[in-house]
């Protein structure tokens, strides 16, 4: 066993079931030596590589383990080794041999939610897919939240971490805050979580539960509808700018995306804006929880056809 193997928390990792452990040359042909990088996660590269049949996956560099993080990362290792579910990013395995572990993922060719949405390339998307990506995300969510044996919370929804298949099927990743809020309590120190998707409540008492995710979810619907990012402009916020709308007008329809904003489908769109303006209610009890979210945008989906 080598040092690196037993400092990351190996003895205890290689008792996970529904995992490989991948030992560094095997992580070295899989990624051909890290020639191909995907991306820059939130603690360092992502790279693309290949399993001997052939299977694509996703190997991304994790948190550098000392001794006062080795829980973290064993925690978030075996969190993520449980969660089966279509529309959460499926940890393969990982290596431990090396100085900062590495994860192996399903892969994701389309990318992320956000760069789909907001990035150059300009991708047409009708609004049935765009109900698909938000009803399969929040089928994720809501089964993090209910069907594990620990309830979860993600700390940190965005689009950047909505990644999609080549058939635009939506996978929730990047759990590197869950680590830190499985335990069954809500309170934490640390400020996870983005600008722009932080519950404010969260943001002012520390104070993270489930309705933290509800509410950085609404962010995710709005940016769907509008096709805008939460911050555009010199300095607008779509949250404001949408809640101004239903303030002046009783309805989002000034900052629909025009691709979608089309006669027959605006009662629908208007909907899903109320629902958003839910999940980001001040008031936390407010909130819906993630299974209603997901229940009314199936019966949107439902009275389009």
């Known amino acids: 066993m080598n040092e690196y193997f037993k ?12 995992v490989k452990i991948f030992s560094k040359d095997e992580l070295k042909k899989i ?21 001997e049949d052939n ?26 080794s449980q969660m089966m579910h279509n529309n ?16 192996v993922y399903e892969f994701a060719a389309k990318g992320n939610l956000q760069d789909i949405l ?7 998307l ?22 594990t044996s620990r309830t979860i919370r993600h700390g940190d929804v965005k689009p950047a971490n909505i990644l999609l298949t080549d058939k635009f099927i939506p996978k929730i990743s990047d759990f590197g805050t869950s680590k830190l809020l499985n335990v069954d309590k809500d309170f934490t120190m640390f400020v996870v979580g983005s600008m722009g998707y932080i519950d404010p409540v969260f943001h002012k008492t520390g104070h993270l539960t489930q309705k933290s995710d509800v509410y950085s979810f609404g962010v995710v619907l709005l940016e769907l509808i509008c096709r805008k990012p939460t911050i555009y402009g010199e300095n607008c916020s779509l949250i404001i700018e949408f809640q101004n709308a239903y303030d002046q007008e009783n309805s989002g ?53």
């Open 88 to 103: 959460i990013i499926k940890l393969l395995g990982f290596c431990l041999e090396v100085d900062v572990p590495m994860l």
């Open 253 to 305: 329809r000034i900052m629909f995306d025009k691709e979608i904003a089309k006669q027959e489908d605006i009662l629908i769109l208007e909907e899903i804006g109320r629902l958003a303006m839910e999940c980001l209610k001040e008031k936390v009890e407010e909130r819906p929880d993630m299974k209603e979210v997901a229940e009314r945008l199936v019966m949107l989906r439902r009275s389009r056809k």
């Open 126 to 147: 009708p609004l049935g897919l765009r109900l698909d990506i938000a009803i399969e995300s929040a089928e994720g969510l809501r089964y993090m939240h209910s069907s």
């Open 7 to 18: 400092k990351n928390g190996g003895s205890v990792l290689q008792k996970v079931d529904n």
């Open 118 to 124: 907001h990035g150059d390339a300009n991708i047409p």
């Open 31 to 51: 990624t051909k030596n890290n020639s191909e990088v995907l991306g820059q996660g939130s603690f360092g590269k992502v790279y693309k590589g290949t399993l």
């Open 55 to 80: 299977t694509p996956v996703a190997v991304k560099t994790s948190i550098e383990v000392n001794e006062a993080r080795k829980d973290d990362f064993t925690n978030e290792v075996i969190i993520q």
